[in-house]
Structure formats: C-alpha cells, structure tokens
C-alpha cells in the first residue's frame, strides 16, 4: 500500500443498504482518516509481492447528527473493524467486517489516492 492520502467510498454488502464516503491515511502501517461524523484510527501491513493489505480499524463518530445514522456505531460506541484488501499505485479494494454490537455489517470500499505523504 502506497504512503498516501485517499478518498474512500464505502458501500455496505449482504443485503443492507448504506454508504458513506470519507478521507483515509495509510502510512508506515498506520490509518488514520474520517469524515463528517466519524474518524478511523488502525494499523495494516502490506505485501508488496502480491499487492494486498490486512489491518484492523476502530471508528468512532466525533460528531452527533440527529438526522443522520452513521454506518458503523454510534457516539461514544468504539467500532472494531477487520479489513483486506488489493491495491495498485493509485487505488485499492478493500473489504471489511465491522463488529457493530452484535451483528457484523460487511462492506466493500474503494479507495483513490489523492495525494503522496512521502
């Protein structure tokens, strides 16, 4: 996985419906992002050989919205994620399972690099 900044767009699988969309960071085996109502701490290592990544996230939502129910959790509701994924020099596919009380939400996100950190 690229040092980088990206876009991430996440779409919820199994049947469920939800989106949401955000900025992540991974470097040196740290991911670090967010959007409007939640951000994304964790960690992955990469294998260059075969371009993939695994790694483990905690989300957690920043901001309450009355209107709005974000994807994974609630407020002060720390959300467990495991994730993998392929990646090239400027994308990546990644798929997850959040642990979200006790029921698992499954998703697919893509991922665009918008800018090096190096």
């Known amino acids: 996985m690229k040092n980088a900044l990206y876009s991430i767009h996440v779409d919820l699988q199994d049947g469920r419906s939800g989106k949401g969309s955000g900025v ?4 040196d085996g740290q991911i670090l992002g967010g959007d409007a109502y939640l951000f994304y701490v964790g960690s992955y290592t990469a294998n ?6 695994k790694g483990e996230v905690t989300v957690m939502q920043h901001t309450p919205s ?4 974000p994807l994974f959790g609630g407020q002060n509701q720390p959300v467990g994620i495991g ?9 990546a596919i990644m798929n997850g399972t959040a642990l979200v ?12 690099k918008l800018a090096d950190t190096e």
């Open 83 to 91: 994730v993998t994924g392929t990646f090239t020099d400027t994308s």
């Open 24 to 27: 992540v960071v991974f470097r």
């Open 101 to 112: 009380g006790k029921a698992s939400q499954i998703f697919r996100a893509t991922l665009r």
């Open 48 to 53: 260059a050989e075969n371009s993939t990544f």
């Open 66 to 69: 009355p209107a709005m129910s």
